[in-house]
């Protein structure tokens, strides 16, 4: 299928001077020959493939955006020729072809587990990405990288506690910041708590005797702790009174499987904790 890209026929030969779109867009094409889906990060390791220059948080946001039913990203001139049909995998868009559903901002994970009623909340960390990012991938430590592999290996529904965003999707496309809530006054973390609880509120509706862990340092439990509550939430906190190498082992013990091998960030800090 060949796509019009602003005023010109777009050659599925793109090089390594073509933009970031181009690129992403010939190798889609390639990748979904014939209807076939594929994922994010095949896609990504195609683009870098022909032009290793191109970083994942340059690449990534053009996918967003180029992707009819996904939030956020830039756009691009070929306008949104990609079409998300499950977390983390895309097809090429074609008319002729039943259109998958609507990605929300908080997708469903694809096998939920023993947690897939109960909302998982993981908190933001210090190090972070030069580049914008979707959420999911903002955050560069360990730390943040088991707490996320638990949210999606056992929750139905999970959110990230951001000091700078409050309650933000995991696929929402973020601005590296440096916002920390440990840094901050009572009376913005009290303001901060609230923010969040009205914000999951308005996307789960009710919270009254839905289970909540948080997974994420003091500083952000201890202002969610009453709200939530007093909300009619049941909340709960794993991982607390741990020490950091205590929470990595926590993570490892419940994410059975997980190769430590792709966990190239830092650990994280104590004031992740």
Known sequence: ??????????????????????????????????????????????????????LDGSIGPIIQGMTRNAPGGLASPCGTPLERVGHGRYRMYSPGVVPAPPVTASP?????????????????VKTKADDPLPAREL???TLFTRRRDYAERHAGRWYI???????????????????????Q??????????????????????????????HAGEDYVAPLRQPLTDA??????????LRQGEHLAWYSRHNPGISDSRRTAPPGTASDL
């Not at 469903?108 to 933001?124: D, K, M, S």
Request: charged fraction near 20%.
């Open 1 to 54: 299928m060949e796509y019009e890209c602003a005023a010109a026929d777009f050659s599925m030969e793109a090089s390594m001077s073509d933009p970031i779109w181009a690129l992403v867009l010939a190798e889609a094409t390639r990748l979904g020959a014939g209807g076939a889906a594929f994922d994010r990060v095949s896609l990504i390791r195609a683009v870098q493939h022909r032009d290793p220059s191109k």
């Open 108 to 124: 469903t994970n694809i096998t939920p587990g023993p947690l897939a009623h109960t909302l998982v909340l993981v908190g933001c």
């Open 139 to 141: 955050y560069r430590s």
């Open 161 to 183: 506690l951001s000091a700078e965003h409050g309650l933000v999707s995991p696929e929402t496309l973020l601005e590296p910041y440096d916002t920390a809530l440990g840094d």
């Open 185 to 214: 006054s009572a009376e913005y973390r009290r303001a901060w708590a609230t923010w969040v609880v009205a914000k999951l509120r308005q996307r789960e509706g009710d919270l009254a005797a839905r289970r909540i862990e948080i």
């Open 232 to 241: 009619g939430a049941q909340v709960s906190h794993p991982v607390a009174g």
